[in-house]
Structures are given as structure tokens and as C-alpha cells.
Nanobody, 124 residues
Framework: QAQMAESGGGLVQVGGSLRLSCTAS????????MGWFRQAPGKEREFVAA????????EYADSVKGRFTISRDNSKNTAYLSMNSLTPEDTAVYSC?????????????????WGQGTQVTVSS
């Protein structure tokens, strides 16, 4: 069973930036499609961004396009989510997920392994 561990969350002011990391404890990270999801208090979990095994293909939620960038470094078994121009609406617990696939996957039901999540709070 693959294990995912997020880091990099925290408190940031409106307009600020954060970079989240997700490190996977797997043998061959390049076999994995990776995604980021978030859940705010009282709301459903929502898709944020996804990346295919090579990093050549990505998808983003409309709410984060142009502000967030997903990337990966297969040599480090790590996926990243760079977040810029943060707003209070971005406040949530952010979780990474992975599954063995060559596709870009945007549904949480398609992922098999999840991290515990990291809190991102944007203060005004």
C-alpha cells in the first residue's frame, strides 16, 4: 500500500503564496498519477489539480487556474502544488492522492492512496 505524506501548509495572508509537497513511499513513483484535493469546513471535498506520470499533462479546477501549479519530481518521489494569489476561499485541508495510472485523473474515486492532509489558512 502506497503511503503519501503532505507538507508545506500553514497560515498566509491574502495574496500570499505557499508550496505544498507530497512525498510518496513507493518503489516507482513514475508509475503514479497524482492529484491534489481540498476540503473546507462544511463543504464537500473538491478537486484542485492533477498531473500524469511524466508531468507532461495537467488539469486544474477553474477556481485555481492561473494561480496554482502542479508539478512533480520523479527522482524525489514528490509532487508539488505551488499556490499564488491566495484568497480566504482557498482555506481548506489539502490532501494529495496517488494511483498507478498513465492518465490525468480528476475524480477522488479514481485514487487509491491518500495522505493525511495539510491545513492551509488564508487570513484577511
Amino acid at each position: 500500500q502506497a503511503q503519501m505524506a503532505e507538507s508545506g501548509g500553514g497560515l498566509v495572508q491574502v495574496g500570499g503564496s505557499l508550496r505544498l509537497s507530497c512525498t510518496a513511499s513507493v518503489r516507482t513513483f513514475s508509475n503514479y498519477a497524482m492529484g491534489w484535493f481540498r476540503q473546507a469546513p462544511g463543504k464537500e471535498r473538491e478537486f484542485v489539480a492533477a498531473i500524469n506520470w511524466s508531468g507532461a499533462s495537467t488539469e486544474y479546477a477553474d477556481s485555481v487556474k492561473g494561480r496554482f501549479t502542479i508539478s512533480r519530481d520523479n527522482s524525489k518521489n514528490t509532487a508539488y502544488l505551488s499556490m499564488n494569489s491566495l484568497t480566504p476561499e482557498d482555506t481548506a485541508v489539502y490532501s494529495c492522492a496517488g494511483v498507478i495510472s498513465t492518465l490525468v485523473l480528476t475524480s477522488p474515486w479514481e485514487y487509491r492512496s491518500w495522505g493525511q492532509g495539510t491545513q492551509v489558512t488564508v487570513s484577511s
